[in-house]
């Protein structure tokens, strides 16, 4: 894949590629961008590529381009966007080049959510259709280009490496050769695709395209970007949420060298200065008084009272079939509350943003997942029309769906109104994970019936707040948020009596946001974690129980099995040892996951093995799906054992990795991941792991020591007393 220079981009140096003393080479690809509709192939003049549709470039000398409205921001789906091009217009992968696309929701919307995002573990599953048929329809044109010239008829011809041959003769013409015939040929309107037989590229493990320059230092995230001029600046917020700046003296701040301003702003204060080190001893300088306003009395035992107070009403229905009260009356019935904690992103790219405000024009560097959002926020905050404002996007160095909100676009724009030239905006990590928006705090209540050793009634209450009624209102409708919802109103089991239900609350003054894994974080949590509790009532091994309800769902099935079978599933264990399962249906894809633990007599928990066989459809690359697993069940997890954020007087209590702890690298086993060959179409796979772990630890746990945890993250005190007990 042909890149941009890692020298400059945008007149942009990288100073890690200084300090690692790289190489001077290509460097990693930018951004730019395509449609979904197909185009009328245009013709090319002079030096002009040819395009025949939105998502491809072909030039004179036969490279090609695919303009990409997607982002990388780890999961991998550059390498693969690029293996299902080069798969279907027939050249060698190598040669694809990827372009990132400008903010425009119209040209490069996502099909799923009609703006430009990326999000929801479907990149490959929202654009596997449209860049099969962009390819098709290139290498179609290209074939009946070389027919006419030929003068034989298009179905004697194919294509392969960037040829077209004629089968009967052996001629051949490059695709280079072809561009001028083929710009006047329109397009098919179905083209043709090829079978997942004749598939050369697809399903071959292919290495990442941008790991090399990752190692090496290359590559450029938002946080290096380097425009002539550049000015640093930090910042701190009120520590209370909704709080504003009180009284500041900035007298010991402006003596800091290199410190250029002080700037007191409505909600924050920010220190301008040479570098990252100069801003950051002056923002520690500066004597601020706040105004902490009405949230100073918020704390985490005043959002728990509320949710819990709000999940005992009925709330809106979202599903229902058959009739689960009557089913719950008669059967042997069982209920259980589920509860999840804030959460925060803590992405390992500290959250930045770059801003050049000038009297006519804004521009703005960062790596985001709504590219057109920051754009539109930049337009707003300066009073620029939208064409006054350009955002050039960079890789992401980890988004987990932090990246899909504006709010330090919003400050670093606001800042940069203050500053002649460039200024460069960090959040220290403190800052980050005490003013990020946070995963929400849920609670979902279930009760099911048993008859004959199967479900025979079930229902499920999700409260919790609506990210979709502020984030996007469209699926935020009569009083349903479909993301909280995910994996409850459609869980994969047979059962006939089923009721769900979705009650919003809002968490005092508390902003809530998506996070890796989103609606299903919650509710394969509580499912996978009460269809263990329901087979330990019914005296069935977990395995065979949620075999006998997934006679509906083969899929799923056959990945609880082979997890089961390469897990080792009903082979004795040492004392203290326990194994686990989860299982789900969720972005498209079916995954079990088995994992096994060893809790000590303090009630620390240590994984030592774990097993996830998938179903994600077609593989575009299998080293890809492996990766994404991987971490994302160490995300998930790190969450489980760890995770959680604290709200006292208004304050997150929070504020690094020393209490807010991630996995270590020592704590974490091999991680095996079985793929099932299928040909359905791909699903998402870059949250899927981070939903599996925490099920399957729990119920790994209980197995381990007869303790019930409902409530995450693990209670070690619980655990130890359990195990005395």
């Known amino acids: 894949m042909s890149q941009a220079s890692s020298r400059s981009i945008n007149g942009v140096r990288n100073p890690r590629r200084a300090f690692l003393q790289a190489s001077v080479a290509a460097g990693a690809a930018l951004l730019l961008g ?32 695919l303009i990409m409205p997607q982002v990388e921001m780890g999961q991998g789906v550059y390498t693969a966007v690029a293996m299902i091009l080069a798969e279907e217009l027939d050249v060698e992968w190598g040669q694809v080049r990827l372009e990132a696309a400008p903010p425009n929701d119209k040209l490069y919307g996502n099909p799923t959510f009609g703006i430009q995002v990326t999000g929801n573990s479907n990149s490959i599953r929202a654009f596997w259709t449209p860049l099969r048929k962009a390819g098709a329809s290139a290498r179609a044109i290209l074939i009946e280009a070389a027919a006419r010239r030929w003068k034989v008829d298009s179905g004697t011809c194919r294509a392969e490496n960037s040829e077209v041959i004629h089968t009967a003769s052996g001629r051949k013409l490059a695709y280079a050769a072809l561009i001028d015939d083929a710009a006047n040929i329109p397009p098919p309107k179905e083209p043709l695709l090829k079978s997942p037989a ?5 399903g071959k493990p292919l290495k990442r395209l941008d790991t090399p320059d990752k190692v090496n230092g290359k590559v450029i995230y938002g946080i290096d970007v380097m425009p002539p001029g550049l000015k640093f600046a930090t910042l701190a917020a009120c520590p209370v949420f909704g709080g504003k700046v009180g009284h ?7 003596q800091v060298p290199g410190v250029h301003r002080v700037l007191a702003l409505e909600d924050f204060v920010t220190v301008v200065g040479d570098h990252m080190w100069a801003a950051k001893q002056g923002l520690a300088a500066l004597d601020v008084s706040w105004d902490e306003g009405p949230n100073a009395k918020v704390n985490s ?8 107070e709000a999940s005992e009403k009925p709330g809106v229905v979202a599903k229902a079939a058959g009739d689960a009260a009557k089913a719950l009356r008669e059967g042997k019935s069982l209920d259980a509350a589920y509860e999840m904690p804030f959460l925060a992103h803590a992405t390992m790219e500290p959250m930045n943003c770059t801003v050049h405000v000038r009297a006519d024009a804004c521009e703005v560097w960062v790596g985001i997942q709504v590219l057109t ?12 029309p939208l064409e006054k404002v350009t955002v050039h996007n960079f890789l992401i160095g980890g988004g987990f769906g932090r990246r899909l909100e504006v709010d330090m676009v919003e400050k670093a724009v606001r800042i940069a109104k203050q500053v002649d030239g460039p200024v460069k905006v960090v959040w220290t990590r403190e800052e980050d994970i005490q003013h990020d928006i946070y995963r929400p705090v849920y609670r979902d209540l279930l009760s099911a019936s048993l008859a004959n050793g199967r479900i025979s009634g079930w229902t499920h209450r999700i409260t919790g707040s609506s990210i979709m009624a502020r984030w996007l209102p469209p699926a935020f409708q009569k009083g349903i948020d479909i993301d909280a919802i995910d994996s409850a109103a459609d869980m994969p089991y047979d059962i006939p009596n089923l009721r769900v239900e979705y009650t919003r609350v809002e968490p005092p003054a508390v902003p809530t946001g998506f996070w890796r894994g989103v609606g299903p974080n919650n509710n394969v949590f509580a499912i996978e974690s009460f269809i263990d509790e329901l087979a330990n009532k019914a005296g069935k091994d977990p395995v065979t129980f949620r075999r006998d309800m997934l006679g509906k769902n083969p899929r799923l099935r056959a990945a609880v099995d082979l997890a089961a079978s390469k897990a080792g599933w009903g082979s004795a264990l040492p004392v203290g040892h326990g194994r686990g399962i989860a299982a789900q249906v969720a972005f498209g894809s079916f995954i079990a996951t088995v994992i096994e633990v060893e809790v000590d007599d303090q009630g620390e928990v240590s994984l030592k093995r774990i097993v996830s066989a998938v179903d994600t459809g077609i593989v575009v690359n299998p080293d890809t799906v492996v990766a994404q697993l991987q971490g994302g069940l160490i995300f998930g997890l790190t969450a489980a054992l760890y995770g959680e954020i604290t709200i006292d007087k208004g304050r997150v209590q929070q504020s690094n990795f020393h209490n807010y702890r991630m996995l ?30 925490p099920p399957a630890l729990g119920n790994a746990i209980y197995a381990a020591t007869g303790v019930r945890l409902r409530r995450l993250p693990i209670d070690r005190i619980a655990l130890a007393v359990g195990k005395s007990a």
């Open 34 to 65: 395509f449609r979904l509709p197909l185009a009328a192939a245009t013709s090319p003049k002079g030096g002009d590529p040819f395009a025949p549709n939105a998502f491809i470039r072909i030039d004179r000398h036969g490279g090609v381009t």
């Open 198 to 202: 004749d598939f050369k590229t697809i």
């Open 248 to 254: 500041v003296n900035d007298t010991k701040a402006k």
């Open 301 to 308: 035992a005043t959002v728990w009272k509320e949710l819990r």
């Open 373 to 384: 959002r920051a754009q539109a926020i930049a337009a707003k905050v300066t009073g620029l």
């Open 664 to 693: 270590r690298i020592d704590q974490v086993p091999n991680i095996e991941v079985h793929l099932i060959k299928s040909g359905e179409a791909p699903g998402g796979i870059g949250e899927t792991g981070t939903t599996a772990g």
